[in-house]
Each structure stands twice: as structure tokens, then as C-alpha cells.
């Protein structure tokens, strides 16, 4: 009994010492990780703010060799491979996140976000439509709304477009009552206007009711009342427009002049012109004016343009009152007259105020950044 408990003496530091060794090397190499981790981290972050993203991701990549377990590294590279078109290891990663059982609620809303955001980028609208709508209910839902929104709007699906800026608009993140009115625009546009008459004059009666201040539904609504040989009708549309949106009057001025000779009302519609055009010398109205009060007027038509010169330095005009004036040399009037015509066209297109495309015609829907109503109804040249 006396040996045993000798032995028990004596063993007794040994433990202690053996423990506390063991210790040392763990703490030791638990410091040696926990630096190495860092200084992999911030080795990366130096290299993406000096945009070498090529090194940023190697060095992201040897912090998660490190720290598999560490969702935001798992982030920062992702989105770095988002941000380099490696769209398809930017999925694998997000997707990893996804399929971890430890990830908290709010990581994997990130990562859902995250993952939708990758299938969006590379085109793949499908898979980004239903990634993003696994986001309803989330701190996500606005963000994944306005993405779905783009893209219904560039797969042209307007009945879900409409659906998806009705819960913007009830979620308060701005108005979208101008779009709703474009989307059943384009809802009445896409149907036969002889087969379906009514039910595209429903739309657009819709549209107007939605956005009072659109123009393009009175617009859209005025030609359909033509085409559908509502001539008076089409007319009070145009003159309501008028009335309450009279910055779009310059896209309707050749219309109005067209109607009210088809309804014996031309001295009304010159003094609605004739006002239009004193608040603002528009281009479109006076050509408008001229169409109406100068028909084979050539005399009246170049006075018209000269006091427009007079209130407006335009080339536009300008070429408008030679054509219509006779010169001592006149058989230079056609070369001259076709070098001025060629010189005005560009002055005459329509810009874009978000991105600056430019275009010989109106859209209502930018061809080049796809910004809604960003096209003024005036020329390039009256900007």
C-alpha cells in the first residue's frame, strides 16, 4: 500500500507537467491560426482596395482554407467572383453557404440574396426568378422585388410586372404609378386594336385613371378613338392632354391639326397651339401652326419661321424659312436647301436625359438603359 501511493506521489507532477505542455502547444498553435487567418483576411482586402482581384482571391482563398466555418469570407469571395464574371464559382460558393445546417437566418437570406443576385448577373433569369422569390417575407423582399421587376420588364411579362409595383407601391419604396400605367400601355399595345377594341380602350382608360399626369395613355387612348373613327373623342382627349400635361403637347401637335380639319374646328385648335407655343417655342407646334394657317402659303409659312428666328436661334428653323423663301440665285436653292436639311437632321432626334441615347423617334421606354418616360417631348436642338 506504501508503494502505491509512491507511485501516486510521484506521478502526480508528471500529469501536471504533461497537461500543461499539452496545453502550451495548443494555446501555441490556436495563436499560430488565429494569425495567420487575419493576416490571409487583410492580405486579401489590401489587394482589393489596390484592385488586384486576382491576388484578393487567392489570399480570400487561403483565409477560408484557414477558417472554413467563417461565412464572411465565404462572402467576400463570392462577390468577388460576381464581380469578375466567374459566375459559376460564384454560385458553387453561395450555394455551399446555403447548404451549411449551422448558418443563422439572417446568413442564409444573405446567401439566398447572394445566389440570386449570381444567376441575374449571368443571365440566367429563370433560376434568378426563382431565387428571388424565395425572399418574400424577408429583409431582402424590397431588393428582391425590384429585381424581379427588371426582370419581367425585359422579359416583357407585364401582368407580373404590374403585380410586383403594386406590392413596391403598398411597401412605400416610391411611386410606381407611372410604370403601372406604362404596363397596361404595353398590355393594349400587344392586343389586335380591330379585334379588341373595347377591351384596349379599357386598358388605356385604366392607365389614365392609374397616372393622371402620363401622357402616354391619353396619347395611346386619342389614337385608338381614330383608328376606331371616334374623331370627336380622340379630340377632347388630346385637348384634356393639353390642359393638363402641356409639355406633351408638341408629341400630339400634327394630330390635333389633322382632327380638328377632320371636325371643322381649326380656329380652336390654332389658339390652343398658339398658346402652347407662347409658353414654350416648341418646334413641333410651330409646324403645327404653319400646317394649319399656311397650307400653299409659302409667304406666310417663312413669316412664321423668321419671328420663330427672332425668339429662338435654331437651325431648324432656319432651314425651314429657306425653303419657303425665294433668293436672287435661285437655282442654288435645292443644293443649299439639302445641306442645311442634312446638317438640322441630328438637331432634330430625341435624347435620353438618363444615359443620352439618342433616337429619330419618342419612346416612352429608353432602347439603351431601359429608363421609363426619361425621353422630353422636345427636340435635341430646344434642350
Given at each position: 500500500m506504501e508503494f502505491d501511493l509512491n507511485w501516486i506521489l510521484l506521478g502526480l507532477p508528471l500529469a501536471f507537467g504533461l497537461g500543461w505542455l499539452a496545453s502550451r502547444l495548443d494555446l501555441r498553435q490556436l495563436k499560430l491560426e488565429n494569425r495567420q487567418t487575419p493576416k490571409a483576411y487583410f492580405k486579401g482586402l489590401n489587394y482589393l482596395l489596390n484592385e488586384q482581384q486576382d491576388k484578393a482571391i487567392d489570399a480570400f482563398i487561403e483565409a477560408v482554407q484557414h477558417d472554413p466555418d467563417t461565412s464572411e469570407l465565404h462572402f467576400?469571395?463570392?462577390?468577388?467572383?460576381?464581380?469578375?464574371?466567374?459566375?459559376?464559382?460564384?454560385?458553387?460558393?453561395?450555394?455551399?453557404?446555403?447548404?451549411?445546417?449551422?448558418l443563422t437566418q439572417t446568413d442564409r437570406d444573405?446567401?439566398?440574396?447572394?445566389?440570386?443576385?449570381?444567376?441575374?448577373?449571368?443571365?440566367?433569369?429563370?433560376?434568378?426568378?426563382?431565387?428571388?422569390?424565395?425572399?418574400?417575407?424577408?429583409?431582402?423582399?424590397?431588393?428582391?422585388?425590384?429585381?424581379?421587376?427588371?426582370?419581367?420588364?425585359?422579359?416583357?411579362?407585364?401582368?407580373?410586372?404590374?403585380?410586383?409595383?403594386?406590392?413596391?407601391?403598398?411597401n412605400e419604396q416610391?411611386?410606381?404609378?407611372?410604370?403601372?400605367?406604362?404596363?397596361?400601355?404595353?398590355?393594349?399595345?400587344?392586343?389586335?386594336?380591330?379585334?379588341?377594341?373595347?377591351?384596349?380602350?379599357?386598358?388605356?382608360?385604366?392607365?389614365?385613371?392609374?397616372?393622371?399626369?402620363?401622357?402616354?395613355?391619353?396619347?395611346?387612348?386619342?389614337?385608338m378613338y381614330e383608328r376606331t373613327h371616334q374623331n370627336a373623342l380622340a379630340y377632347a382627349t388630346l385637348e384634356a392632354l393639353a390642359a393638363q400635361i402641356p409639355s406633351a403637347?408638341?408629341?400630339?401637335?400634327?394630330?390635333?391639326?389633322?382632327?380638328?380639319?377632320?371636325?371643322?374646328?381649326?380656329?380652336?385648335?390654332?389658339?390652343?397651339?398658339?398658346?402652347?407655343?407662347?409658353?414654350?417655342?416648341s418646334l413641333d407646334v410651330l409646324n403645327a401652326l404653319v400646317e394649319l394657317q399656311a397650307t400653299d402659303q409659302p409667304a406666310i409659312?417663312?413669316?412664321?419661321?423668321?419671328?420663330?428666328?427672332?425668339?429662338?436661334?435654331?437651325?431648324?428653323?432656319?432651314?425651314?424659312?429657306?425653303?419657303?423663301?425665294?433668293?436672287?440665285?435661285?437655282?442654288?436653292?435645292?443644293q443649299v436647301q439639302r445641306a442645311l436639311e442634312r446638317a438640322a437632321k441630328p438637331l432634330q432626334r430625341y435624347r435620353c436625359a438618363a444615359c443620352g441615347f439618342e433616337a429619330s423617334q419618342h419612346f416612352w421606354q429608353c432602347p439603351g438603359c431601359q429608363a421609363w418616360d426619361s425621353y422630353p417631348a422636345r427636340r435635341v436642338e430646344e434642350l
Open positions: 467576400a469571395l463570392g462577390n468577388l467572383f460576381r464581380r469578375r464574371g466567374e459566375y459559376e464559382r460564384a454560385v458553387r460558393v453561395h450555394q455551399h453557404l446555403l447548404s451549411r445546417a449551422d444573405r446567401a439566398q440574396h447572394a445566389l440570386a443576385l449570381d444567376y441575374l448577373k449571368a443571365g440566367l433569369l429563370d433560376r434568378a426568378e426563382d431565387a428571388l422569390e424565395k425572399l418574400e417575407g424577408t429583409a431582402h423582399q424590397n431588393q428582391a422585388h425590384l429585381a424581379l421587376l427588371s426582370i419581367y420588364e425585359r422579359s416583357r411579362d407585364w401582368s407580373k410586372a404590374s403585380v410586383v409595383a403594386q406590392k413596391l407601391n403598398a416610391g411611386s410606381f404609378q407611372g410604370r403601372l400605367a406604362h404596363y397596361l400601355c404595353e398590355q393594349a399595345q400587344a392586343l389586335d386594336g380591330e379585334l379588341h377594341a373595347d377591351q384596349v380602350i379599357g386598358l388605356l382608360l385604366q392607365a389614365s385613371e392609374v397616372a393622371p399626369q402620363s401622357a402616354r395613355p391619353r396619347i395611346a387612348l386619342a389614337r403637347l408638341p408629341l400630339v401637335a400634327t394630330s390635333l391639326v389633322s382632327l380638328s380639319k377632320t371636325l371643322q374646328c381649326q380656329a380652336k385648335a390654332q389658339s390652343l397651339l398658339e398658346k402652347s407655343y407662347a409658353q414654350v417655342a409659312a417663312s413669316s412664321l419661321y423668321a419671328k420663330h428666328l427672332e425668339r429662338e436661334p435654331s437651325l431648324v428653323a432656319a432651314t425651314q424659312w429657306i425653303a419657303n423663301e425665294k433668293f436672287e440665285h435661285e437655282e442654288f436653292h435645292p
